[in-house]
């Protein structure tokens, strides 16, 4: 059973670019969850999708920051026009119900 | 909200043992969990406690009291490759997400 998958693994974008993150959940999970980790600190809870449903997107900043978990495919984190602020590493992490396993994250750096 | 508290760093000598404590403050409670990452790597899972209690798993056993929001990993037998940061997370009673705190960096001496 393959785990979290993440892509890319590291991604370069200048300001003003769009950032687009993909991350497919372990098989027979149906909970997706992405956080935000910056240099030094902790995991920051971003948002929770369900197939087709954003469940909690309470962590997300309301401009710029979009995220989807269509019927079929991954789910995607999009961030536009991203700025110097948004490098830091993304992770998600999928869940069958309890405990969550996580992706190996991309880590965005924006130029 | 939650409010997640623990060390910002420990050492400790190999083959010694360490407690990594953590206290947290909720308005709901649903379980705690810690998780271990290495310098850039995804966290994995270690251990979740949900009653009062200890719970072991190898090396590594994980303590909950609920009365006291408080919680403490013990990471037994230390070996080099335990170094790592290890986070605390809690889980809000209404909520599936995980409130992190900032993690303890454990390093491991020879």
Not at chain 1, 20 to 43: A, D, F, I, T
Not at chain 2, 4 to 20: F, H, L, N, S, Y
Not at chain 2, 80 to 101: E, I, P
Request: glycine letters at 8%.
């Amino acid at each position: 059973n393959a785990g979290v998958m993440q892509n890319p693994r590291h991604l370069v974008r200048r300001r003003g670019q769009e950032a687009r993150l993909r991350c497919s959940p372990m098989k027979g999970h149906s909970h997706v969850y992405w956080y935000r980790q910056l240099p030094e600190e902790g995991l920051k809870f971003m948002v929770y999708l369900q197939k087709e449903n954003i469940i909690d997107e309470s962590g997300m900043p309301k401009e710029r920051f979009s995220a989807e978990f269509p019927k079929e495919g991954p789910s995607i984190l999009r961030i536009q026009q991203v700025v110097r602020g948004d490098s830091a590493a993304y992770f998600c992490a999928s869940s069958p119900e309890r405990e969550q396993y996580f992706g190996p994250g991309t880590r965005l750096t924006v130029t | 909200g939650q409010n997640i508290d623990q060390p910002t760093e420990m050492t400790a000598t190999e083959g010694a043992i360490v407690q990594i404590n953590c206290t947290y403050q909720t308005s709901g409670f649903n379980g705690l969990f810690w998780y271990q990452q290495h310098a850039g790597e995804a966290p994995t899972f270690l251990s979740y406690n949900v009653l009062d209690g200890l719970e072991e798993k190898g090396r590594f056993s994980s303590f909950l009291s609920r009365s006291k929001g408080y919680s403490y990993l013990l990471l037994k037998e230390l070996q080099m490759k335990d170094s790592a940061s290890y986070l605390c997370a809690v889980r809000d009673y209404n909520d599936y997400k995980l409130s992190f705190g900032a993690g303890t960096t454990v390093t491991v001496r020879a």
